[in-house]
């Protein structure tokens, strides 16, 4: 008997009820086992439609205990899933191990499709990036914005895949725009409007920085005896809702992503690029930052722009994301100005 098999089973049982309603949302992408809450820390099982996608963090998964795990989780759902297994631990996930249990086969590694809130979306097991398409514990904020966006106006900042953009064009917004430095995310945002058919969203591939400042009507700053790149060009404006949601730290030329020291840098330009009466929707995902911390951090920034927030409410990971403490690493804002 592997020494994950209770833990898991565990973690299958605590999520009947879950399962039960996303099925009857058409959602069939959610998180099977969170071992940092649930019995393994550094391990990972998502389910993605028909693909089953485990992933390793802190050391490998040895061959039984993957195997079981893998007919555990099949033998539970009832379905018979396609693994594949990524371990992050060392320095390239996406280099099987030499046994065969470790490598996925050709069917499991084919384009699939999954389904959020009744949404298509590509499911690749693995590709030039590290992380999957979806992040799964955002699904509920994505729920509020199709279930918010009707007749506004959109913009998605740091689109990723452009999941939001999705339920915000399928929930009825007028406009939907999705913003990425990275063409190859803003393909597959394109590829899951194709699984959409009717539904329509504009994609801008651009540096961050560069274009919020253009949204925002702010100067874009050179550092001294520097040349920027080119970027796209963008009128000011504002839109009735915005999703904020960075990645822990990046740095390009025109500045640098840090959610830890600068959350600010991020946020002023986001929040002038909101309407009057407009929604922000922002977001944190590093563990290390406490909430209570970092909303007085955003409820101040705004106060400072004179755009103080008239309702402050927040968004939480849904149940297949447990967190002991009740301090999910992923925290979200909904700011109504």
């Given at each position: 008997?592997?020494s994950?098999?209770q833990p898991l089973?565990?973690?299958?049982?605590?999520r009947?009820?879950?399962?039960?309603?996303?099925?009857?949302?058409q959602?069939?992408?959610?998180?099977?086992?969170?071992?940092?809450?649930e019995?393994?820390?550094?391990?990972?099982?998502?389910?993605y439609g028909?693909?089953?996608?485990?992933?390793?963090f802190?050391?490998?998964?040895?061959?039984?205990?993957?195997?079981a795990l893998?007919?555990?989780i099949n033998?539970?759902?009832?379905?018979?899933?396609?693994l594949?297994y990524?371990?992050r631990?060392?320095?390239n996930?996406?280099?099987?191990?030499?046994?065969?249990?470790?490598?996925p086969?050709?069917?499991?590694l084919?384009?699939?499709?999954?389904?959020?809130w009744?949404?298509?979306?590509?499911v690749?097991?693995?590709?030039?990036?590290?992380?999957?398409l979806?992040?799964?514990?955002?699904?509920?904020?994505?729920?509020?914005?199709?279930?918010?966006?009707a007749g506004?106006?959109?913009?998605?900042?740091?689109?990723?895949?452009?999941?939001?953009?999705?339920?915000?064009a399928?929930?009825?917004?007028?406009?939907v725009?999705?913003?990425?430095?990275?063409?190859?995310?803003?393909?597959?945002?394109?590829?899951?409007?194709a699984?959409?058919?009717g539904?329509?969203?504009?994609f801008v591939?651009?540096?961050?920085?560069p274009?919020?400042?253009?949204l925002?009507?702010?100067p874009?700053?050179?550092r001294?005896?520097h040349k920027?790149?080119g970027?796209?060009?963008?009128e000011?404006?504002?839109?009735?809702?915005v999703?904020?949601?960075?990645?822990?730290w990046a740095?390009?030329?025109?500045?640098?992503v840090?959610?830890?020291?600068d959350?600010?840098?991020?946020?002023?330009?986001a929040?002038?690029?909101?309407?009057d009466?407009?929604t922000?929707?922002?977001?944190?995902n590093l563990?290390?930052?406490?909430?209570?911390?970092?909303?007085a951090?955003?409820?101040?920034?705004?106060?400072?722009l004179?755009?103080?927030?008239?309702?402050?409410e927040?968004?939480?990971?849904?149940?297949?994301?447990?967190s002991r403490?009740g301090q999910?690493?992923l925290?979200?804002?909904?700011l109504r100005?």
């Amino acid at each position: 008997m592997s020494s994950l098999d209770q833990p898991l089973s565990a973690a299958l049982n605590a999520r009947q009820a879950l399962l039960s309603e996303l099925h009857q949302q058409q959602t069939d992408c959610y998180r099977l086992f969170h071992g940092s809450q649930e019995g393994a820390p550094g391990l990972t099982a998502d389910r993605y439609g028909p693909q089953l996608m485990v992933q390793s963090f802190h050391q490998p998964l040895e061959r039984e205990a993957l195997l079981a795990l893998h007919a555990q989780i099949n033998e539970h759902l009832g379905l018979d899933l396609q693994l594949v297994y990524n371990d992050r631990s060392g320095g390239n996930s996406r280099i099987d191990r030499r046994d065969e249990a470790y490598q996925p086969t050709p069917e499991a590694l084919a384009d699939r499709v999954g389904r959020e809130w009744g949404l298509n979306y590509r499911v690749r097991g693995r590709h030039p990036g590290q992380d999957p398409l979806l992040f799964l514990d955002l699904r509920n904020a994505r729920g509020w914005i199709k279930a918010n966006s009707a007749g506004k106006r959109v913009l998605n900042l740091f689109a990723y895949t452009c999941g939001v953009g999705l339920c915000a064009a399928a929930g009825g917004a007028r406009e939907v725009l999705n913003l990425d430095f990275a063409e190859g995310n803003l393909a597959v945002g394109r590829e899951n409007l194709a699984l959409n058919p009717g539904l329509t969203m504009d994609f801008v591939q651009s540096d961050y920085f560069p274009a919020i400042r253009q949204l925002a009507g702010l100067p874009i700053t050179t550092r001294r005896g520097h040349k920027l790149p080119g970027y796209p060009r963008l009128e000011q404006r504002q839109f009735d809702l915005v999703l904020l949601d960075p990645p822990a730290w990046a740095k390009s030329a025109f500045g640098t992503v840090d959610l830890l020291r600068d959350y600010q840098s991020l946020l002023k330009p986001a929040i002038l690029a909101t309407a009057d009466n407009g929604t922000l929707v922002c977001c944190n995902n590093l563990a290390k930052v406490a909430l209570d911390d970092w909303r007085a951090q955003v409820l101040r920034c705004a106060e400072k722009l004179g755009r103080p927030v008239r309702d402050c409410e927040q968004i939480l990971p849904a149940a297949d994301f447990p967190s002991r403490d009740g301090q999910p690493p992923l925290k979200t804002l909904i700011l109504r100005f």
